[in-house]
């Protein structure tokens, strides 16, 4: 499996962006697709995940409300729509993919992308 981030930029606070993460393979449709980030000189984070189907989401704490995870299995891809964007969601996003259930684990995550920059200014 191998996929590639996209959508990352530079806003302001306040702005949205739409990630994209486009999969090869052809478990796409049966696997459970993740969201993480990573900030400068801190951990990697779960930001969301969603299920084969789309039936069933899971957020991190700190984007609950403010980000959707959405996925077109005809398009073997994943979204993730940023909104209401502060500085410190600024970071790395990288989408990875596991075959089983979804989790907020990535260590249960064994394929990454390389992650898409995203940067918001005050």
């Known amino acids: 499996v191998q996929l590639q981030a996209s959508g990352g930029g530079s806003v302001q606070a306040g702005g949205s962006l739409r990630l994209s993460c486009a999969a090869s393979?052809?478990?796409?449709?049966?696997?459970?697709m993740g969201w993480f980030r990573q900030a400068p000189g801190k951990a990697r984070e779960f930001v969301a995940s969603?299920?084969?189907?789309?039936?069933?989401?899971s957020y991190g704490d700190s984007v609950k409300g403010r980000f959707t995870i959405s996925r077109d299995n005809a398009k073997n891809t994943v979204y993730l729509q940023v909104n209401s964007l502060k500085p410190e969601d600024t970071a790395v996003y990288y989408c990875?993919?596991?075959?089983?259930?979804?989790?907020?684990?990535?260590?249960?995550?064994?394929?990454w992308g390389r992650g898409t920059l995203v940067t918001v200014s005050s």
């Open positions: 969603i299920s084969w189907n789309g039936g069933t989401t």
């Open positions: 990875a993919v596991r075959l089983l259930g979804h989790t907020d684990d990535a260590n249960r995550y064994p394929y």
């Open positions: 393979g052809r478990t796409f449709s049966s696997s459970t």
